[in-house]
């Protein structure tokens, strides 16, 4: 070989190798920490998906539940945020309202629309326009801890908050906490909305004004401060996360918590042994439990939204999903999940069942703000500092000034 033909092969080779790299894309994806196996499990679809196509790479970005928005809302303002997140769905209003989202209508094909669940891809909707992917759904259920109930008289679980307390005295007796209450972090609020649901009340009208200070409202943060200043909670509610509490349960040292699917999964893995079951949130006046979904994005300022799009896709592949759902214990949010063998067992079909009853967070701008004005409300009931019905009446006042109601 020439020495010309060595120059021409190294300049063929430089330039094909400069073809490749000006085409080659990295896609950031944000996702939020569900357990352990969240970040091993992204990160084995990024390399399944960069596989198969080579000039995409996903570099995947995990952060906790409790700063994630926080981050998100950092990184927008500073124009450093990743082309995907994973969001709580009641995020997508006011993150439409800010114009920080890509609409993914455009770019959903009719068979990939049909893959979805009905309720699950609507609540990720806001005007019409699809904003978000249901990548997580759940509802949420009681469990029981089965020795200590069976000997407190209800072998199959309480199904109202008055058998909950009776139940409750009795598992005291014995050294162990009744009902866990959660009263810090991510969710402080709506572990009270149980008892408000169930109890016929709501925590906002058709018109967006919050309205959880009424009888109901009262009523059910009475349950509440009732069941802890009789001692049948774990001490020191308000130093207590949903976490907290589920260890407690996992533990065999809490008799009843209400959660989500996912507690299932890490019994299984962690405490195996333990004998439990799940039955619908304790009725006051009706039947109620709370459902959720966390939505896939596509931020608009995103410069590789089609390599991102195709990633999207990638996750909502039966296979990717099936992994994804099962192992972390959510609900299938598409019908080839649902379909799946993985998905029959008891407490996924227990959960499934609550869903025609289920309360999903209203869409409304300024949910988080409202959401914390209840849970200090709530931290205050819990450490004796207000009354409920004062308590609530100020937060309902301090909500709808902020709502503009």
Not at 174 to 182: D, E, K, P, R, V
Not at 307 to 322: G, P
Not at 326 to 341: I, N, Q, V
Request: glycine fraction near 8%; avoid cysteine; charge should be positive.
């Amino acid at each position: 070989m020439t020495r010309t033909h060595t120059k021409i092969l190294l300049s063929l080779g430089t330039a094909l190798l400069g073809m490749s790299t000006a085409h080659a894309e990295t896609v950031r994806i944000a996702v939020a920490h569900y357990s352990d196996q969240t970040l091993p499990y992204f990160e084995k679809m990024a390399k399944e998906f960069s596989k198969a196509n080579p000039g995409i790479t996903i570099k995947v970005e995990e952060v906790n539940w409790d700063s994630l928005q926080q981050k998100l809302q950092t990184d927008i303002v500073g124009g450093t945020n990743p082309d995907l997140s994973i969001v709580a769905t009641r995020w997508l209003l006011d993150l439409v309202k800010d114009d920080v989202v890509e609409p993914l209508d455009a770019r959903m094909t009719p068979s990939f629309k049909d893959k979805f669940i009905g309720a699950f891809i609507n609540s990720g909707k806001v005007a019409s326009k699809t904003y978000g992917l249901p990548i997580s759904a759940s509802a949420r259920g009681l469990y029981y801890n089965k020795a200590m109930l069976e000997k407190a008289g209800y072998s199959n679980g309480p199904k109202t908050w008055d058998e909950v307390i009776a139940a409750s005295k009795k598992i005291k007796a014995t050294g162990a906490y009744g009902f866990g209450i959660q009263g810090k972090e991510i969710e402080t609020e709506i572990y009270w909305f149980y008892s408000l649901w169930t109890n016929g009340g709501e925590v906002v009208d058709a018109n967006g004004k919050a309205v959880f200070d009424s009888a109901a409202g009262i009523k059910a943060a009475n349950i509440y401060k009732s069941l802890i200043d009789q001692g049948l909670t774990q001490p020191g509610v308000t130093s207590n996360s949903r976490e907290d509490v589920q260890n407690l349960f996992k533990q065999g040292r809490l008799g009843m918590v209400i959660t989500a699917p996912f507690l299932a999964k890490q019994i299984q893995k962690e405490k195996p042994g333990l004998q439990y079951g799940v039955t619908a949130i304790p009725q006051g006046s009706n039947a109620a439990t709370f459902a959720t979904t966390d939505s896939l994005i596509l931020f608009k300022n995103s410069k590789v939204k089609t390599a991102a799009w195709q990633f999207s896709e990638f996750l909502f592949s039966k296979a990717a999903r099936v992994a994804f759902t099962s192992g972390e214990g959510f609900l299938p949010t598409t019908k080839e999940e649902a379909a799946d063998p993985a998905f029959n067992d008891a407490v996924t079909q227990s959960f499934i069942s609550y869903l025609p009853t289920a309360k999903f967070a209203p869409v409304i701008a300024g949910w988080e703000d409202l959401s914390k004005i209840v849970a200090n409300a709530m931290q205050a009931v819990y450490l004796g500092k207000s009354k409920p019905e004062d308590a609530l009446k100020a937060a309902a006042l301090q909500a709808n000034k902020m709502l503009k109601k």
